[in-house]
């Protein structure tokens, strides 16, 4: 049992090793959205059916107005399972931290 103990800590970090790397790769294709309320809502309704990036690449463009334009589009058009409950949280959001103006 002594001898083989040295060898379980060196596996584990491997394992860790290759789960942060894959981590990191998968990380390349969904980006972090600014960490403020509304952020997990915003991720759980927007990410299902395309990258977040839309979100920071749109911003310059977007106001409140728009982003309201926006989801309803997601909804209408692309039937996006977002609750109405949830469209003034998803919007502040938006308005806020991925706008250029109002
Ligand atoms: C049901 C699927 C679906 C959901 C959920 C969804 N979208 Fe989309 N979204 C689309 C499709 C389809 C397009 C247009 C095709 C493409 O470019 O991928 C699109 C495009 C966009 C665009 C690019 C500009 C445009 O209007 O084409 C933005 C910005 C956007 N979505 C924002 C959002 C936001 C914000 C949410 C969450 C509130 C969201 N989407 C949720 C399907 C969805």
Known sequence: MKRIRPVIPAV???????????????????????D????????????????????????????RAAWEKSIHKMIDKFGAPIDAANIPVILDYLALHYSAGS
């Open 12 to 34: 584990l970090t491997l394992i860790l090793a290759s789960a942060a790397a894959f981590a990191a790769a998968a990380g390349e294709e969904t980006i972090t959205l600014a």
């Open 36 to 63: 403020a309320p509304g952020r997990e809502l915003t991720v759980a309704s927007c990410a299902v059916c395309h990258s977040l990036d839309y979100l920071p690449m749109n911003a310059a463009v977007m106001n």
